[in-house]
């Protein structure tokens, strides 16, 4: 069974653009959440999206926007790019029906803002 | 005040050694933990997860969770270089998919 996808991989941006990420979860898998991880913050949850409905969401500013796609697949917005937003960003997916449901990682946009 | 607290390390221990890692939750109501896994320049990939109290066995590793203590805990048997990496301790507390993440403990195996 292929695992989660993200693309792009790699991305330069510079402040005051936007950037949209994409992950393809694993076939069968109707959750997936993003997470933003940095070196001084560790992994902090953005947002979690279900049916392509946004379940849950964490402390960002509204910026960072996402989508799921009735194919489960996601996407995830970032608009007027700053500095701080320089960071790995991960997509993980899960069956999604219950809390206790294992999440797994995609292999992460690493995006760098000059 | 943290949510999910772990020791950022470095943890050394000798090649062959029993690695401990351990990791306390603020949300007394927490029902899932997991334990991942992070190379250097990867995503995290999921070891172990648990869900009742005691012990849980997987291969060399063992997660325990003692929920009255609000503690969980990774041990890693036989320790190899190759299990060097940062560990990351996950508790979901909110329901379906909210997960918060601790910072992770670096683990280094000396040969």
């Known amino acids: 069974k292929a695992g989660v996808t993200q693309t792009p991989r790699y991305l330069i941006k510079t402040r005051g653009q936007q950037v949209t990420l994409s992950c393809s979860p694993i076939s069968g898998h109707r959750s997936v959440s993003w997470y933003q991880q940095t070196p001084g913050q560790g992994l902090q949850f953005l947002f979690e999206?279900?049916?392509?409905?946004?379940?849950n969401k964490g402390n960002f500013p509204g910026r960072f926007s996402g989508r799921q796609f009735s194919n489960s697949r996601s996407e995830m917005n970032v608009s007027t790019l700053e500095l701080g937003d320089s960071a790995l960003y991960l997509c993980a997916s899960s069956l999604g029906w219950t809390g206790g449901n294992e999440q797994f990682f995609g292999p992460g946009t690493r995006l760098t803002v000059l | 005040q943290k949510e999910v607290e772990q020791n950022s390390g470095p943890l050394s221990v000798p090649e062959g050694a029993i690695a401990s890692l351990n990791c306390t939750y603020s949300?007394?109501?927490?029902?899932?933990f997991f334990w991942y896994r992070q190379y250097s320049g990867k995503s995290p990939e999921l070891i172990m997860s648990?869900?009742?109290?005691g012990d849980k066995e997987d291969g060399r590793f063992t997660a325990q969770l003692n929920k009255a203590s609000q503690y969980v805990s990774l041990l890693i048997r036989d320790s190899q270089p190759s299990d060097s990496a940062t560990y990351l301790c996950a508790v979901n507390s909110g329901g379906y998919q909210k997960v918060t993440f601790g910072t992770g403990t670096k683990l280094q195996v000396i040969p």
């Open positions: 949300d007394r109501g927490s029902q899932s």
């Open positions: 999206y279900f049916s392509e409905t946004q379940r």
């Open positions: 648990i869900y009742s109290n």
